[in-house]
């Protein structure tokens, strides 16, 4: 049963109206859902009252876990959802919330927690790649619930995977500031050293970017290693990186409570239509190899920290006021930008025009991770209230 009430909306953190809109004061909507138990709202929608709605979501499964939810991930049909806790990671149909696999990953102790903190389906749906916290990647067969490979190698825990479209490539970050190629094909890698920070999150369409704790979003070409752009604009460390459905576009989010978006082929062209590669001075060919383990190069970046971004190639989103961004996701079709917060909320963004359409109060706990389906207009969310929920939006 939905309650909409515009006069609760005092009560309710406020929503930003963002760049455009107009200061008429207007009290925002609050469509609130009540919890079983009636005593408060199990969750409930701010819409932004200077912007025509034209969003609705509606809460379809709730999945409940035995831990804290650290990932959540469609795979590229739609039709699964992944999720990561502790110890194991979860499948489930998306149409009935049914839960169709468990994967058990087992801790060196018996007693000893193992968060998964990141999973990925390859885009043929058969296997299940997960990054967890004793600094390994799994490469799981679906069907037959066992490991097929596993990539070590790491100084510290895994943070975040992407497959290329192809699935050909799986390409990590960790917290021993690397981001790696993987060739499934031989299992070999290609190691991208990060200087500075820890690598909390990458994503591949079809260079790699990595977004980590040094504030700094990093992009590489995936054939060379090379590193063709540090994208600026963050003031803290960034959590979660995406690129645009089409690839020309990227999306950062940040614990300085903003996201950040770029044009790809404007970073990558300078404007000019031709790719630009930046390096230090005195460096040759902007990529240096070291040693590293058998079946592995490194490539270290070298690109100058006085490499500066013209405004017109950036977008920033700014609205949650209080915490900061752990996740960003977008839509399939390109039209909405939907992040996660400290704060419990999602917010629901026009990736036109940067304003928010309206924000989801979805949880007890942090939004920890959010997905958006690549095939349809589904939502999944994970949290710190052991819970991963699965929404509608149209």
Not at 110 to 129: N, Q, T, W
Request: hydrophobic share 35%; glycine share 10%.
């Amino acid at each position: 049963m939905s309650v909409v009430s515009p006069s609760n909306a005092a009560a309710q953190p406020s929503i930003p109206s963002g760049p455009g809109a107009s200061s008429a004061g207007t009290s925002p909507m609050v469509e609130a859902h009540p919890s079983a138990n009636n005593e408060e709202p199990d969750w409930f929608v701010v819409y932004n009252p200077d912007v025509e709605k034209v969003l609705d979501v509606k809460l379809d499964h709730t999945l409940k876990h035995e831990s804290i939810v650290c990932c959540v991930r469609f795979s590229a049909d739609g039709k699964l959802l992944a999720t990561g806790c502790n110890h194991t990671a979860q499948i489930y149909d998306v149409e009935t919330g049914r839960k169709v696999c468990v994967l058990v990953h087992e801790s060196m102790g018996k007693h000893e927690d193992l968060y998964i903190r990141s999973v990925c389906f390859r885009p043929d749906g058969k296997y299940l790649a997960t990054g967890a916290e004793d600094n390994q990647i799994r490469i799981w067969d679906i069907q037959r619930k066992k490991i097929r490979n596993i990539f070590d190698g790491y100084q510290q825990e895994i943070y975040s995977l992407d497959f290329s479209a192809d699935g050909r490539l799986l390409v990590c970050g960790s917290g021993d500031k690397t981001a790696r190629i993987w060739d499934m094909m031989v299992g070999t890698s290609k190691v991208l050293t990060i200087n500075d920070a820890g690598v909390t999150s990458v994503a591949i369409s079809p260079n790699v970017a990595a977004g980590s704790l040094d504030a700094v979003v990093r992009m590489w070409e995936v054939a060379t290693g090379m590193l063709v752009e540090r994208p600026r604009g963050h003031g803290d460390s960034v959590y979660s990186v995406a690129f645009t459905p089409d690839g020309k576009g990227l999306v950062g989010a940040s614990l300085d409570k903003i996201l950040n978006y770029w044009d790809v082929e404007a970073l990558m062209t300078g404007g000019s239509g031709s790719v630009t590669q930046r390096q230090k001075e005195g460096a040759s060919d902007g990529a240096a190899a070291g040693p590293n383990e058998p079946g592995e190069s490194v490539v270290e970046g070298a690109l100058g920290e006085e490499v500066q971004q013209s405004s017109r190639w950036k977008m920033d989103f700014v609205g949650h006021k209080a915490y900061a961004i752990l996740s960003v996701a977008l839509s399939h079709d390109g039209r909405w930008v939907a992040s996660g917060s400290k704060d419990r909320t999602i917010h629901f963004w026009d990736s036109k025009t940067a304003v928010v359409q309206a924000m989801l109060h979805a949880h007890k706990n942090t939004v920890i991770s959010v997905d958006l389906s690549p095939t349809t207009s589904m939502l999944a969310t994970g949290s710190g209230d052991c819970q991963a929920r699965i929404w509608s939006y149209n």
